[in-house]
Every structure is written in structure tokens, then in C-alpha cells.
């Protein structure tokens, strides 16, 4: 005979310290783990239990901040990328700080502005979990539009469960983006392609893992984090050229599908990292610390400073002028032909043979 399922709500803790509980599948702030009033909490809402009345939820004009962020970590977040995770994780923690007990009902246009203040002017006094000095640097005007929409996308997102009202996010949404001519936020270096002379400098003073990664970036038009998912038995080999089909990706989310393909200058890399173990990661290094080589390579190299997705660029620059956008959009994985087209300079250069005709 089974064990009797266990129907009492528990008392957790997430690794911030702040308690909550679920009952019936609602998650329920309890506040800090350390004040006693967390207990109490907890204590009224097993007395509801125990009543046979419905459990106290909080209702949805009290429904914090952070009652909304559990839910939302716990329930969506997972199905996204691990870069989209990371900065979805980034902005959350921001507003946490600054208005994590606070109803999202209140949570209007101006506490929307003071985040967005925040993320431009930094904080140098920030600390990580083990409390040690963790300065968290201003963010360019492009960031802080990006985080301050995904921020919202999380708030719209509570509406579908009636947690938040959606006169809330109407009001969020009066709030535009942020121009040049109205914030001291700093602009974001545009990426750009890497000149071929800087790329083989560059090459030049790589110890031999890291330059087969920067080899296969070129060779692939893949993104590093792309890359360092793969494994042996991912990697379909039957055919002249190696493909293989990622179950992780950037756009894994919104049912696309991500496609590798390996010629026989990348096969002849991979080869070298092929394992018996079917699921052990071909490179094994992290994607932050490839990126910090690269930089201080550059430097060796004495070039100017790129990081590995700029190779993307580079590739996909070259193959958008000489092959056209359907094939390099097939080959970089764009779910939309408009981002495809940006990478051209077909049209700038029609431009400038259109000006000369002008004198």
C-alpha cells in the first residue's frame, strides 16, 4: 500500500532567506525566514487548512512583487534559454532589492522609472550572496530599453493568472523608451564585423582549444554558447557534411528549431574532441571565460577588442552579400528574414555608387 500523499503545505525557504508556501498550487509570501512573523504566517495559513475553509490567498490587489517573481521562476522561466534565463534573473533580482515587497498593484509608471534610474546609474556598493563587494556597473541606454521590456513582459505575464490587474500594465506601458537626448546612459558599441588581419592576429596567440573554438565559430556562423552545448552524440554524422538539431537555443521558447552544420574544416576539428561518452561536452570551458581570452588576446595581439559573437557577425555579413539572404538565413538560424537583412552592406554600397552619379 502507498504512502498517504502529504497534504500539508510546507514551509520553505529560497536561498535569498525570504519564506513562502503553496497551497493548492498559489505560492504565498511569508516574508523574511529570519523574522518571526514568517512563522505566524505560516501558522494562519495551516489554521485555514486545517478549517476545511479555502486556504487564505493573498488576494490580488496584495499580491506582492515578489509573490509574482516566485511563481513566475518557478512556472516560465525554465523554458527559456540559459542566456535569456540569466537576464530575465538579472532584472528580477534589481527590482527585488528595490521593491520586492511592494503590491504590484502600486507598481506604477514612477516606481517603474526609479528601476529604470537605477539600472543607468549603477551601484557600486552592491554585494553578491557571500556579501562580498559585487559593484554592478551602469548599463547603456539600449540594456536598460531591452530589460525594462522584459520587465514588463513579466508583469503582462501575471495578468493571465490574476495575480496582476491589467490596468497595471496599461499604465507600465505609458512609460516610453528611453532616447539619447533624455538620459546620461551610455550608448552600446555596436558589433560589428572583425577584420580578417585582427582575426589572425588574434588566432596567432590562442592556445590550440581555444583557437579550434574560434575556428569553428567561423566556420559555422554558430553562437559560442551553441557550441559549447555539443556533444558527441548530438551530432549527426552519416552525411558529407555533419549537422545536428539543438534541443537548447536561444529561440527554444517560441518552437524554433536550431540547426548546426559542420563542413569538413569544422569536421576535422570536432573530430579531435570526440568522446566514447555519448553525452560529455566536446569543449569544455566556459563561455565568460572564452570571452575574457579573447580580449586579453586581442590585446597580445595588439588589436583592437572583439568578442567571440562578433565572429557571427562576420560570417554572417560575408554570407548575406555573397550568398543571399535565404541561404544565410537558413544557416544562422533566423526565425525572421529582416534580421537576416541587417547584416547586409549590399545596400550602403548601392547607396554610395548611387551618390557618385549625382555629381
Given at each position: 500500500m502507498s504512502r498517504p500523499r502529504n497534504t500539508i503545505p510546507k514551509f520553505s525557504v529560497d536561498r535569498n532567506g525570504r519564506a513562502f508556501t503553496k497551497v493548492h498550487g498559489c505560492f504565498i509570501s511569508l516574508g523574511r525566514s529570519d523574522d518571526p512573523q514568517s512563522r505566524i504566517r505560516y501558522a494562519?495559513?495551516?489554521?485555514?487548512?486545517?478549517?476545511?475553509?479555502?486556504?487564505?490567498?493573498?488576494?490580488?490587489?496584495?499580491?506582492?512583487?515578489?509573490?509574482?517573481?516566485?511563481?513566475?521562476?518557478?512556472?516560465?522561466?525554465?523554458?527559456?534559454?540559459?542566456?535569456?534565463?540569466?537576464?530575465?534573473?538579472?532584472?528580477?533580482?534589481?527590482?527585488?532589492?528595490?521593491?520586492?515587497?511592494?503590491?504590484?498593484?502600486?507598481?506604477g509608471p514612477l516606481k517603474l522609472r526609479a528601476v529604470r534610474d537605477a539600472m543607468v546609474a549603477g551601484d557600486p556598493n552592491q554585494k553578491d550572496r557571500a556579501g562580498k563587494p559585487n559593484p554592478r556597473k551602469p548599463w547603456s541606454r539600449n540594456t536598460v530599453n531591452r530589460q525594462v521590456k522584459r520587465l514588463r513582459a513579466i508583469i503582462r505575464w501575471g495578468v493571465s493568472w490574476e495575480m496582476v490587474s491589467s490596468t497595471v500594465v496599461d499604465a507600465l506601458d505609458t512609460v516610453a523608451s528611453l532616447t539619447a537626448a533624455e538620459t546620461t546612459a551610455a550608448e552600446s558599441i555596436p558589433r560589428v564585423a572583425v577584420p580578417a588581419v585582427a582575426f589572425h592576429a588574434v588566432r596567432g596567440v590562442l592556445r590550440e582549444k581555444h583557437r579550434d573554438m574560434l575556428d569553428l565559430l567561423s566556420l559555422t556562423g554558430a553562437r559560442p554558447g551553441e557550441l559549447l552545448k555539443l556533444t558527441t552524440g548530438m551530432i549527426d554524422r552519416s552525411g558529407p557534411i555533419w549537422r545536428c538539431e539543438l534541443t537548447q537555443h536561444k529561440t527554444t521558447h517560441r518552437g524554433k528549431t536550431r540547426v548546426l552544420f559542420f563542413n569538413e574544416a569544422a569536421q576535422l576539428i570536432l573530430r579531435k574532441y570526440l568522446q566514447a561518452d555519448p553525452d560529455a561536452k566536446l569543449l569544455k570551458m566556459r563561455r565568460d571565460n572564452f570571452g575574457?581570452?579573447?580580449?586579453?588576446?586581442?590585446?597580445?595581439?595588439?588589436?583592437?577588442?572583439?568578442?567571440?559573437?562578433?565572429?557571427?557577425?562576420?560570417?554572417?555579413?560575408?554570407?548575406?552579400?555573397?550568398?543571399?539572404?535565404?541561404?544565410?538565413?537558413?544557416?544562422?538560424?533566423?526565425?525572421?528574414?529582416?534580421?537576416?537583412?541587417?547584416?547586409?552592406?549590399?545596400?550602403e554600397k548601392k547607396a554610395q555608387e548611387a551618390v557618385k552619379r549625382l555629381g
Open positions: 494562519a495559513v495551516l489554521t485555514e487548512q486545517a478549517s476545511g475553509r479555502p486556504a487564505v490567498v493573498t488576494p490580488k490587489a496584495a499580491v506582492t512583487l515578489n509573490e509574482l517573481f516566485l511563481k513566475y521562476v518557478t512556472d516560465e522561466l525554465p523554458r527559456f534559454s540559459s542566456s535569456e534565463r540569466h537576464c530575465q534573473m538579472t532584472v528580477i533580482r534589481m527590482v527585488r532589492q528595490l521593491f520586492g515587497f511592494v503590491p504590484v498593484a502600486e507598481f575574457h581570452v579573447i580580449q586579453r588576446a586581442c590585446d597580445r595581439a595588439n588589436v583592437a577588442r572583439f568578442c567571440p559573437h562578433q565572429i557571427r557577425h562576420t560570417v554572417a555579413t560575408k554570407l548575406v552579400d555573397e550568398m543571399g539572404e535565404e541561404f544565410a538565413q537558413r544557416l544562422l538560424g533566423h526565425s525572421k528574414a529582416a534580421m537576416t537583412r541587417g547584416y547586409s552592406k549590399g545596400a
